[in-house]
């Protein structure tokens, strides 16, 4: 089972690099709610796939996570890009270090499923405190925007087992509608993808890579949203 808090710490680079792959998400977001001129906090904000996309747009945008090392890569970025709307700050889903009413908007993409996965014993209580600081930090028209797997090397979703009662909590409990699109990988050659796939995902997906001289990697997303 690949150790992802340590990637997190250790090699944040690589994994960017793994999700570079991917499409970019701006297009989803704006869709579900118009960005320009919100505070947007991203937690779990990892490398920055969905800041460096908001940044442009936001009137500030507030970035959060477990792993220092991530940020670190979020920050070189935001700076090259020439962005000054921005902070960081290491923080944890369940104690966000903010202002009561002070957000628009909060993003979490591939992030809360670490606190929600059923191997973890109180996911359903994680649940309730990450929610309720989303709900305490956003303003009453906010609006929170989660993403998080469906599947990967599969065209259409087909979710690990672990996740399936998070995501039905978020639905049926929370009161969150979903969807879900294609996110694929597109590697520039087979020895990237199945070295980057061993790197992030189980060796079953990345000798499948090898045998199938793969190149592009199919990826499920689901998209879930809630407007306060
Ligand atoms: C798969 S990465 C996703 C990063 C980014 N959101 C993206 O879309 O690429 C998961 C991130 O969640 C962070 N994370 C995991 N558990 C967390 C927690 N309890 N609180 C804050 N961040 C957490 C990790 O440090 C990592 O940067």
Known sequence: MTDHARIYQDQ???YQLL??????????MEEIRTCKGLDIVD???GTGRLTTVLAPQAKSITVL???EAMLQVTASRLIEAGHTNWST?????????????????????????????S???????????????MKRVLRPNGSIIIFETMGTGTEFPDPPEFLKAYYTWLVEEAGFSHKWIRLDY??????????LTRFFFCDEVANKVREQNLIRLPECAGIWWLHL
């Open 43 to 45: 937690i779990g904000a």
């Open 19 to 28: 999700i570079s792959k991917q499409p970019g998400l701006v297009g989803v």
């Open 12 to 14: 944040a680079e690589k």
């Open 186 to 195: 597109e590697f520039d050659n087979t020895p990237q993808a199945e070295e």
């Open 89 to 117: 700050r290491v923080a944890d889903h369940r104690k966000l270090p903010l202002e009561d009413n002070s957000a628009d908007l909060i993003v979490a993409g591939w992030t809360i499923c670490y606190l929600a996965s």
């Open 65 to 67: 996570d477990a792993s």
């Open 119 to 133: 191997n973890v014993p109180n996911w359903k209580e994680n649940m309730y405190d990450v929610i309720a600081e």
